[in-house]
């Protein structure tokens, strides 16, 4: 064997190992930006501060990797809410596409409303009308259909506004925020007002959030045997309401951990920040504030979708992290590929 | 640099490094046993056929590392369930610790018959009177607190008949078997009727399992603000049973995905197994049979703990792996530390 190593090419491999070891000390000198579409600012030096302390193994703010846990909303924190959360934009289309099966909404509120395209008269009817559109669509089958109707309809749904696909429209700053906290030990939870199984169904490919790391509002399942083989029925009946007071219950119930980082956008995201910040160890409170109503939109303490009011003042009395979309972000969203 | 490397050196590096190839190949050719506290036989065998089949990159068989959740009973199947499920025995020694803020007690079943020691009145008040015990015990103060509570209890109080710590009463081979299948990729859960908080308290340290891989039946917490300190607390309201159909339905619930390994030991895991044997890909499915009176305990189809009957026919008809205590397992329990 020694006999084929020739001088010349052993001397060229050392020389090649010592060239890697330059560049290797090169990109040790200057490491790329981990987030690079968010402006130097407040915001982006607040998550690099945090992320630093919690890591650093001989710090006073060292936490364990089992511990670094981060709890994430999804609408309006990790893709647009607005004009109406995607989910309510889903059950409408069902109301559409099923209506059919169902001769009795032709004079039934607010099917009626939704299938004359009176979209007014539909949020006339507020929380009420939207409780009973989503209990409608949201249950009767199992949960592997429900599944694949989501699927299919996120494959194929435009945003009124973009025109490109829901999945498109989340936001490329939280996409790099979420990769950089996994690549520093953290395990990301999404917890959201949201279904638990509409997000399930696209979770994982758009964030690299795994369905049980997935928290959200979810309807009673009954376990039924059909032609001998199980399914999972959903039924018409609300178990658990992932909202508000309902986050910190939620993270307590699936996580069974107390988060060292969250980040929402909204009064339901008020009581998980709070839970957050009194944490034992040095933990991150954000909020995103949306400002930039060119890009994408600007509402905070009047929206009926996304409301911001009493969260951020709380924000602004105890120096919370608030994210200004318009002055914090140089990217929006992320480019759209010709192919979709 | 180069004339640092003499002849004899770079000689004696090249043997070093084909001595330890040596060894590496030696290590192959005779891998550890990672199952050693269990017998040679069937069920042995059909764990590591079953892991060796999915986790062969090119075979028929394999599964992404990613879907490979595995589901595991606790009582009965991880640690010890007679005479008394060790909950329930928690939940009698507090009635015991807490009684003097309850004079009502002395006059009010069952607390009564657990303070005047007539364990049989107490036992032939059924579920009614259990259900009772546990709601009083376990509600009414913080998650914190509560979670102080288990492992100051756990630190301390022995087995009624080994003597030792609740959490040394856990079966040596399931250890085993845990540590095998994350070994190879796997995420283990408890998927467990007792309760999530109970649980959580000690699998992490006892079984390598973190808090958000244990799912549990659970009680309704209610977010509240005390001093300006934002607490959890446990209301006497029951959220979810994760028992029989309920184990189907919390797996959906917390984790979102089916899993391809279970492993129950009573008919509350039956509708857990046949939910995984429904899978798409070659799956798992395995039940602790106690048939071991001397190490541990003999029981099954009349036993009120742990009541094997159903669970078991189905397992034999449809070739389920049935785990025979006494004959399959070399050794029961780990040694105890002297220390402990």
């Known amino acids: 064997?020694?006999?084929?190593?020739?001088?010349?090419?052993?001397?060229?491999?050392?020389?090649?190992?010592?060239?890697?070891?330059?560049?290797?000390?090169?990109?040790?000198?200057?490491?790329a930006d981990p987030l690079p579409s968010w402006n130097d600012g407040h915001a982006k030096q607040s998550i690099l501060d945090f992320v630093a302390a919690v890591t650093k193994e001989?710090?006073?703010?060292?936490?364990?990797?089992?511990?670094?846990?981060?709890?994430?909303?999804?609408d309006g924190t990790l893709w647009v809410e607005q004009?109406?959360?995607?989910?309510?934009?889903?059950?409408?289309?069902?109301?559409?596409?099923?209506?059919n099966q169902h001769p009795e909404w032709k004079t039934q509120e607010p099917f009626k409303s939704i299938l004359s395209g009176d979209m007014k008269a539909v949020a006339a009817m507020g929380e009420k009308g939207m409780v009973e559109i989503v209990a409608a669509t949201h249950s009767g089958m199992s949960t592997a259909d429900f599944n694949k109707e989501v699927k299919e309809w996120l494959a194929v749904a435009k945003h009124p506004r973009f025109k490109v696909l829901y999945t498109d429209r989340v936001y490329q700053p939280m996409i790099e925020l979420l990769d950089y906290l996994r690549a520093n030990g953290f395990k990301t939870f999404i917890v959201s007002g949201g279904g638990v199984e509409f997000m399930r169904a696209f979770a994982d490919k758009t964030y690299g959030i795994p369905p049980e790391q997935v928290i959200g509002s979810s309807g009673v399942t009954q376990y039924q045997m059909w032609d001998a083989s199980p399914v999972l029925i959903k039924m018409p009946k609300v178990l658990f309401v992932d909202d508000g007071p309902g986050k910190p219950?939620?993270?307590?119930?699936?996580?069974?951990?107390?988060?060292?980082?969250?980040f929402g956008n909204s009064d339901g995201d008020k009581e998980m920040l709070e839970w957050t910040a009194a944490c034992e160890h040095l933990c991150f409170m954000g909020l995103v504030h949306h400002t930039d109503?060119?890009?994408?939109?600007?509402?905070?303490r009047n929206s009926s979708v996304g409301k911001l009011d009493k969260a951020l003042d709380e924000a602004t009395a105890k120096g919370w992290t608030v994210v200004d979309m318009k002055n914090d972000w140089k990217t929006i969203f992320p480019s759209v590929k010709a192919a979709q």
Chains 1, 2 share one sequence.
């Open 249 to 262: 219950e939620g993270i307590d119930h699936f996580i069974g951990r107390r988060p060292i980082f969250a």
């Open 83 to 99: 004009p109406v959360y995607t989910q309510f934009a889903f059950a409408i289309d069902r109301v559409k596409a099923t209506a």
């Open 58 to 74: 001989d710090g006073p703010d060292y936490v364990k990797p089992a511990e670094r846990i981060a709890t994430i909303d999804n």
């Open 293 to 300: 109503a060119v890009r994408e939109y600007a509402y905070d």
């Open 1 to 31: 064997m020694l006999n084929r190593f020739s001088r010349p090419t052993f001397l060229a491999a050392l020389l090649a190992l010592a060239l890697t070891g330059l560049v290797q000390l090169q990109a040790m000198a200057a490491p």
